[in-house]
Nanobody
Framework: QVQLAESGGGLVQAGGSLKLSCVAS????????MGWYRQAPGKQRELVAT???????ALADSVKGRFTISRDNARNTVYLQMNNLRPEDTAVYLC?????????WGQGTQVTVSS
């Protein structure tokens, strides 16, 4: 099993920045895919960004040019740098990991962007 612990959420004004962190209980160099989803009230969970073990990453069209995902295997941590935040980015952000064909989720961290 993999435990995931997110941090870094908060309240920020539109145009501001936040950096989310997700620390895994196992070495991230052994985790095939890690990433971030988000879920806003009344909306479906949305994939935001992914990072693979071999160094590939992908971003949702809605965040391209504003968000960056990175992985630090020495710290067993994946990051989501969020710049130029918009009110529509308000959601609970959840870290996930695909490890040995099982999906694991963190508890989530709230991001609120005020206009």
């Amino acid at each position: 099993q993999v435990q995931l612990a997110e941090s870094g959420g908060g309240l920020v004004q539109a145009g501001g920045s936040l950096k989310l962190s997700c620390v895994a209980s196992k070495s991230t160099s052994n985790i095939k895919t890690m990433g971030w989803y988000r879920q806003a009230p009344g909306k479906q969970r949305e994939l935001v960004a992914t990072s693979t073990r071999d160094g590939n990453s992908a971003l949702a069209d809605s965040v391209k040019g504003r968000f960056t995902i990175s992985r630090d295997n020495a710290r067993n941590t994946v990051y989501l740098q969020m710049n130029n935040l918009r009110p529509e980015d308000t959601a609970v952000y959840l870290c996930y990991a695909n490890y040995r064909w099982e999906a694991y989720w963190g508890q989530g961290t709230q991001v609120t962007v005020s206009s």
